[in-house]
């Protein structure tokens, strides 16, 4: 790990402001100016001290293994589609890259609501290791919510109050199940495991593993290694956030090589995401009244990007 490069992105501690403590005052205001720099400059942070328990995260990914691990006509038996948004997605059907010819080997799991689809005749474990784990991201988004408010000197129930279904029916707020194969001898030139891209919503919430091979791009155009680092939680501004604040947040670009080493290529990667999307009635326009973006409905923005996203 080459240390200049970590240090781009800056490491930022809840402290007294993680799920479980009563936050005072100086917390919220504290939290909320280190976030929204961070957010204004790179557009990434570690999050350390959030009080989600790991063991949660460890219990979604070995039940999600099984899944994973089943043949790809039983998995498509829990396929997702560009409208019902809850389910399995094969390798090479979502581009986030928008080039036809270059492969992304990834499958995921997407889960938008704990009443929605669930292979849980074959992995039965997988529902409720899924909604212990949301029920902690929710109330942690939450908090980072209300905290972004109060650093932007905003109301501070503005977004909690526009984000009030989290997983809810009117909402695309989504845990994603990220399972990237081991990359086989002979793939397609050109091929990633994630195309660069933008995520689609206001904030994402991301656990990887120790595997590495996630980049992001910074302001002089250069690519940055974010080397997971143990025990916290990867955060980023998504599209919605940077129209909304005309720019001042920045959604930035990333993706996640194929591992050049021998040793990390033949392995599974995992990660865990979780995408804060506003509710989907909630109009989306610039905050400081500019005319910088156009306004748009949450639903309008997301459905767009699937559209250009999914090939079916
Ligand atoms: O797996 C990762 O580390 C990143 C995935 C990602 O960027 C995404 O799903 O939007
Ligand atoms: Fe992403």
Redesign the pocket.
């Given at each position: 790990m080459c240390p200049s490069k970590i240090k781009r992105i800056p490491i930022i501690d809840m402290g007294l402001i993680g799920l479980g403590c009563e936050p005072t005052k100086e917390e919220w205001q504290r939290f909320g100016k280190e976030i929204c720099t961070a957010f204004s400059d790179i557009g990434f942070l570690y999050l350390r001290g959030h009080g989600i328990n790991l063991d949660l995260v460890a219990d979604v990914e070995t039940t999600s293994n099984k899944f994973f691990s089943l043949d790809e006509n039983i998995k498509n038996r829990f396929a997702r589609g560009i409208t019902d948004i809850q389910g399995f997605t094969p390798p090479n059907r979502e581009k986030?890259t928008v080039d036809a010819n270059r492969h992304e080997i990834r499958e995921s799991y997407d889960v938008t609501s704990m009443d929605g689809k669930f292979p849980d005749e074959i992995v039965p474990a997988l529902r409720p290791a899924v909604k212990a784990l949301a029920d902690s991201f929710i109330s942690l988004s939450s908090r980072i919510l209300e905290a972004m408010a109060v650093g932007l000197d905003l109301e501070r129930n503005f977004f909690t109050s526009t984000h009030k279904e989290l997983c809810g029916k009117n909402n695309a707020t989504c845990l994603r199940l990220l399972h990237y194969p081991p990359v086989p001898p002979n793939i397609p030139e050109g091929s990633i495991r994630?195309g660069s891209?933008?995520?689609y919503g206001t904030l994402?919430l991301?656990f990887q593993d120790t595997m590495g091979g996630l980049e992001v791009r910074d302001r002089n155009d250069e690519w940055v290694e974010a080397t997971p680092v143990k025990g916290t939680i990867l955060v980023?501004v998504?599209d919605i956030l940077q129209f909304w604040t005309s720019d001042k947040l920045k959604a930035t670009v990333?993706?996640v090589l194929i591992p050049s080493e021998e040793t990390k290529a033949r392995v599974t990667r995992r990660s865990t995401?979780f995408?804060v999307h506003p509710d989907d009635s909630v109009l989306i326009k610039p905050l400081d009244g500019s005319e910088q973006y156009q306004p748009i409905t949450a639903k309008e923005h997301v459905m767009k990007r699937f559209q250009e996203t999914y090939q079916y």
């Open positions: 986030l994630c891209h933008t995520d994402t991301l980023n998504g990333h993706r995401v995408f």
